[in-house]
């Protein structure tokens, strides 16, 4: 019987929802915003919802406690190891009471209260607290001081304010009024009445103790809810839902019946308006006064439980929804209603919308189907007609003055009688009475002037004038009625205030002359294209192009521009599909980002622009061209590309303005890897160390949490306000020392503003900057000071002989740079004579001499290799002094220096307990050519650093050759390791493995690697990299060095002596040098012509032919350099040879560049130019 009764309740209110919306302009299509696990909700069974002092938000779940700020979820959960948490993770009732305390009740897990801090939870369990009674306790509420709790056959429990636990049973005599000792709902009324619904009945606690209350519902219906609402109080009973009030006590709604079990009501909300939203074992339910409450969920989800409901102050609605999560609906949703398939559309994509003189609205669509929907009921009914079988898609409508409805399509123009169903059809074919429409395209426009005439429109822009009463062709307009020579696209077309056709296409704005029966343009309005205009009376108009808005008004003059609105007034720069102005004079702009709603406001006041979209109830944003349609009684209503459409009321006023709460959510600090929450109150110091300072802002308001914006300024810091945009989180870095206070403001999706937050904190200076430190050196000047009076002529003297000693220092420096200088000269100046003294030693001594003579002979030589050498190693010294040392190739044996590096390292290894292990392969050579001190420095690098950051274990050498030629070294340790990020960074310059961390803990500037590898890359090697972390970590070392040869002046004189007689030409100022040079390869048996300069050289070149050219690079006039270009450019291919005295880097570069094959430094022994011609004469390049 109870099942029939719900059935016949069910069926009356599906009788009248017709009558639902009759009170509206838009019909009540509520669309929840839902958020789910995919957001963060633990759980999508919610048993309960409420909001603390602050504004968060929280729910009770069956996987914890969650609290919501907008942006994202928070959640308290029971953990094994913390005893402050959660005992259980199935949350059966959540209260938070006067003091800001979070009660939580879980599955047999007695009562969790979190304070204030939200810091942990303190936990109250029967074991302790016996006169809870019960460990599964159903409801809390409380009142002041007091909180009590509703237990599973244990009755009631009050903890009062001073901790003491007070039962309350069915057993104890005092308290015979508690119908049973299961108690599943609690609630405290406006005068403090406690009411309790039980297992058996409801019962109220007032100052006379406790009393049953007996319901229409019977006296021992279970109850399931107790609600207050305002000064009502609903008990949702298994026997339906009543209402109590202190004026004339129960009330039995008509609809009450509805709600018995197996559908009782689980919770009741209202906005105190009258109306009333009821959650029940078979979902939402709606009603506005005493009307029956329709059902706001699918209904194939009737067996599904909405357990809990919340009602904000701005009237906005968060609901429990089975299955999915929670729910809120915004505070105007009445003003927005989208229908779709599910609402019984099926005309596909529309275009064409039309008002109907009732009211209603003509939907045309892209399957040829008319549908109208009825505004007030929301109803949507289908008009049969049989055009389906010639018009496939429907692009226009407009309903005449006489009710028919006109229909353009693509390829014709239907007229349809919506009483009879009598339709009359025109297509755009051939017609023996010339009444086709035009061209082949399609009719995309209709529009109705007062004189009875039906305007066309297509889409490439031909026009045709109808009689509306008999839809005869009136007129076909041609170029000449347009106004211009072409015609081109029409974007959109209108009735002014005065009867007359307007139309926007490439030419600007055109109006129609019915005296000259052709269309007048509107001087001005040509230029950028007009997507759509709109009039707000007969002398004013607003015109929307992509760059924004425009204000035309008339005068006597004409159409003048008055006013632009721009991006900089937040007019978004979007093409838009339609336009329409409502009565209190704001424009509607329809776009593919949504619907603008733009208040113009006064010129030079502020403009008003509100978007709606998807997170306003919208299912698609982007609207169709075309669709946009503003009846006579303010219903917006718009096509979208989803094929949904939307209803919307332009007459209702914007939600009562609520100032949203700006909360600090939290402040965090980073030293290293470490994260500390700081007071969000502010009063915190921050030492020197902090690295990252973060401020988290929440705006509490749940609207469009999306579109809030945050502003910030920190003072002393910030120049002006921050705009933060979407995002509450500020982080600072690095602060410098002082006193601050950050000011925060959040504005809501509507522009209304929070009130300024304020944390003030201190960034503390390092312990030399701060006050004790201060001091301290204060101190310390003092008694400095003091101890100078007292020292004064002994420090006077020191200060003379510290005075004499700086002096000193700086005569010795300047001389030092003066030695540097004198000795960069000196390598040049000493070159040129020191050719000529080592040149004629030599080829005296290939002359034949006595004893004695040859005797003085090889002491001059001996003392100019000797002067030699003093010079390169003063060069050297300039060179290093310059930073510009090269490496210097030379026979070493590479066991001894082997030897001697391990000799440095082991020491460091042992000192440190660390194993040290060399293994060198046998089969290595012991002599190599290369740079010993270079790769002495490597070697070390490396092993040092393996020693540093090796904390125990080994570190080991293997040394190997080459299969390809030189040398391997690998380098092996057992300590931290590298991960692939820090290998990827390790061998860039001032870069460590973990940055300043690494810095702080070992020391280094971080070039040591990087250096390394520029020596190993200058030796034509290179260093690779192995590493694990937390095994250790690899350095190879790859170095082609060469095996030592027979020493090269030998086998070069001997190869030289094998050398055909070559021509060659020497151009040297010098004459001592050039006599020694042409000496030198004339004792080597070829033959050589020497010039003085450039100029002699290319007449030479000219007129005889040489094998090969010595420049020297210092010539008067034409220097080497540009000899060699021009001789170069004469034809010249033979190997060019340069011999000079510089010693700087640039000049290796500027020879190669100016095409010379070798490189040769003066002074040069016959040895070196005979290796010099050798190889050049074939071709392979040479630097001495």
């Not at 503390?764 to 050196?777: D, E, M, T």
Request: charged share 20%.
């Amino acid at each position: 019987m109870r099942m029939m009764g719900y059935g016949r309740w069910l069926l009356a209110v599906m009788l009248l929802l017709v009558s639902v919306g009759l009170a509206a302009k838009v019909p009540e299509v509520p669309r929840f915003r839902v958020l789910g696990v995919a957001q963060g909700l633990p759980s999508t069974t919610i048993t309960a919802i409420a909001r603390d002092r602050k504004g968060y938000l929280w729910v009770a779940t069956w996987d914890g406690v969650a609290r919501y700020d907008g942006v994202n979820f928070h959640v308290w959960r029971h953990e094994a190891d913390d005893p402050r948490s959660l005992p259980g993770n199935i949350v059966q009732a959540l209260h938070i009471d006067a003091q800001d305390r979070i009660w939580v009740a879980t599955e047999n897990g007695g009562v969790s209260m979190m304070g204030p801090r939200r810091d942990g939870f303190v936990h109250y369990r029967k074991a302790d607290y016996p006169l809870l009674g019960s460990d599964d306790v159903f409801a809390i509420t409380s009142r002041g001081d007091d909180v009590w709790f509703g237990t599973y056959d244990a009755g009631l429990t009050r903890l009062d304010g001073r901790g003491q636990m007070h039962n309350y049973s069915q057993q104890l005599p005092a308290h015979d009024g508690l119908p049973s000792n299961t108690v599943l709902s609690l609630a405290f009324d406006a005068r403090g009445t406690l009411w309790i619904g039980t297992l058996a009945g409801l019962a109220r606690h007032d100052r006379n103790g406790f009393k049953r209350v007996s319901t229409p519902g019977g006296d021992d219906a279970m109850v399931y809810s107790v609600s207050v609402v305002g000064d009502e109080v609903w008990a949702g009973t298994s026997q339906g839902a009543f209402r109590w009030r202190p004026a004339d006590g129960w009330h039995t709604p008509a609809w009450s019946g509805m709600f018995a079990r197996p559908n009782a009501v689980t919770a009741v909300t209202s906005d105190q308006k009258g109306e009333y939203w009821l959650a029940s074992q078979r979902g939402l339910w709606h009603t506005m006064g005493e009307r029956a409450p329709v059902p706001m969920n699918d209904l194939q989800q009737d067996s599904r439980v909405v357990q809990a409901l919340l009602m904000q102050d701005d009237g906005g609605l968060w609901v429990s929804i089975p299955t999915r999560g929670l729910g809120y609906l915004r505070a105007d949703w009445r003003r927005i209603a989208a229908y779709t398939t599910e609402h019984g559309l099926r005309g596909g994509l529309y275009r064409g919308l039309a008002a109907s003189h009732d009211g209603g609205i003509w939907l045309a669509g892209s399957r040829a189907t008319v549908e109208y929907l009825d505004t007030s009921s929301g109803e949507v009914s289908v008009l049969e007609a049989p055009w389906q079988d010639y018009a496939s898609r429907l692009l226009s409508a407009h309903e005449d003055s006489h009710g028919l409805l006109w229909l353009g399509y693509r390829s014709g123009l239907i007229r349809v009688d919506p009483a009879t169903g009598k339709t009359v059809h025109w297509s755009s074919g051939p017609r023996s009475d010339g009444q086709q429409t035009p061209d082949g395209s399609s009719v995309d426009w209709l529009a109705e002037t007062p004189d009875g005439v039906l305007w066309l429109a297509t889409q490439i822009g031909n026009m045709q004038r109808r009689d509306l009463v008999t839809g005869k062709v009136i007129q076909n307009l041609d170029n000449a009625a347009m106004g211009s020579e072409e015609v081109g696209e029409i974007y959109t077309m209108l009735v002014g205030p005065h009867g007359r056709l307007w139309i926007a296409n490439a030419s600007g704005l055109r109006v129609w002359n019915d005296d000259l029966r052709r269309f007048d343009g509107v001087p001005g309005t040509g230029g950028e294209k007009i997507f759509d205009f709109v009039f707000d009376g007969p002398d004013h108009l607003w015109v929307h192009r992509l760059s924004g808005l425009e204000s035309w008004r008339r005068n006597k003059q004409g159409w003048t521009l008055d006013r632009r609105l721009r991006a900089a007034d937040d007019v978004p720069a979007v093409e838009s599909t339609g336009m329409a102005l409502d009565k209190r004079g704001r424009l509607w702009l329809a776009t593919r980002r949504g619907l603008y709603r733009i208040q113009p406001g006064t010129v030079g006041g502020k403009v008003e622009v509100r978007n709606f979209g998807v997170r306003d109830g919208l299912i698609s944003q982007e609207f169709n061209d075309r669709a946009l349609l503003l009846t006579d009684d303010g219903i917006l209503a718009g096509a979208a590309a989803d094929g949904s459409v939307i209803v919307l009321d332009t007459t209702l006023d914007d939600p009562a303005v609520v100032r949203p709460n700006l909360v600090v959510d939290k402040v965090t600090i980073a030293r290293g890897d470490q994260l500390s929450y700081l007071p969000a109150v502010g009063g915190f110091e921050l030492k020197p160390d902090a690295h990252e300072f973060e401020v988290s802002m929440r705006l509490l308001t749940y609207e469009d949490p999306m579109s809030n914006r945050y502003l910030s300024h920190l003072d002393g810091f910030d120049k002006g306000w921050v705009d933060q945009g979407a995002n509450g989180d500020r982080v600072f870095s690095a602060l410098p020392p002082g006193s601050y206070t950050l000011h925060m403001q959040a504005f809501d999706n509507a522009g209304n503003s929070s009130p300024v937050r304020e944390i003030s904190f201190r960034v503390l200076p390092p312990w030399w900057a701060s006050v004790p430190g201060i001091a301290g050196l204060a101190l310390l000047g003092l008694s400095l000071v003091l101890t100078a009076i007292f020292g004064y002529r002994r420090r006077l003297r020191r200060i003379t002989s510290l005075q004499l000693a700086e002096h000193k220092r700086e005569v010795a420096e300047q001389a030092s740079q003066a030695k540097t200088r004198f000795l960069a000269t000196l390598g040049h100046e000493v070159r040129t004579p020191m050719t000529g003294v080592m040149g004629m030693s030599e080829l005296l001594l290939a002359t034949p001499l006595d004893e004695q003579q040859r005797s003085h002979t090889l002491a001059i030589q001996r003392a100019g290799v000797h002067l030699l050498r003093l010079v390169n190693d003063a060069l050297d010294l300039a060179q290093i002094e310059a930073g510009k040392l090269q490496l210097q190739s030379q026979p070493f044996d590479l066991r001894e220096l082997i030897d001697d590096v391990v000799g440095l390292s082991r020491p460091l290894a042992q000192r440190k307990g660390l194993a040290f292990n060399v293994q060198v392969a046998p089969q290595l050579p012991v002599m190599m050519q290369g740079d010993p001190v270079r790769m002495r420095q490597i070697l070390l690098n490396l092993l040092g650093n393996a020693i540093k950051f090796t904390e125990k274990g080994a570190v080991g050498l293997q040394v190997e050759a080459r299969p390809q030629g030189g040398v391997r070294l690998r380098v092996e340790d057992t300590g931290p390791g590298i991960n692939v990020e820090q290998q990827s960074r390790l061998f860039r310059r001032f870069e460590q493995a973990e940055g300043v961390r690494t810095t702080a803990r070992y020391g280094g500037s971080g070039l040591g690697l990087a250096i390394c590898q520029e020596l190993a890359l200058a030796m034509g090697g290179n260093i690779t990299l192995d590493s694990t972390p937390g095994l250790g970590t690899r350095f190879v070392v790859e170095l082609p060095l060469g095996k030592v040869k027979v020493p090269a002046q030998d086998v070069q004189a001997h190869d030289a002596g094998e050398e055909e007689t070559l021509s060659i030409l020497l151009v040297e100022d010098d004459v001592t040098v050039a006599e020694v040079i042409a000496g030198l390869l004339r004792a080597r048996g070829h033959q050589v012509r020497h010039v003085l300069h450039g100029l002699a050289a290319l007449g030479e070149i000219a007129t005889l032919p040489f094998d090969l050219a010595m420049l020297d690079l210092d010539l008067p006039g034409l220097d080497g350099l540009a000899l060699a270009r021009q001789m170069r450019l004469a034809g010249f291919s033979a190997p060019l040879l340069a011999i000079t005295a510089r010693a700087d880097l640039e000049a290796e570069e500027q020879v190669r560049d100016a095409g010379f094959t070798g490189f040769l430094r003066k002074p040069a022994t016959g040895a070196m130019l005979a290796t010099a011609v050798h190889r050049a004469m074939r071709g392979q390049p040479w630097i001495e």
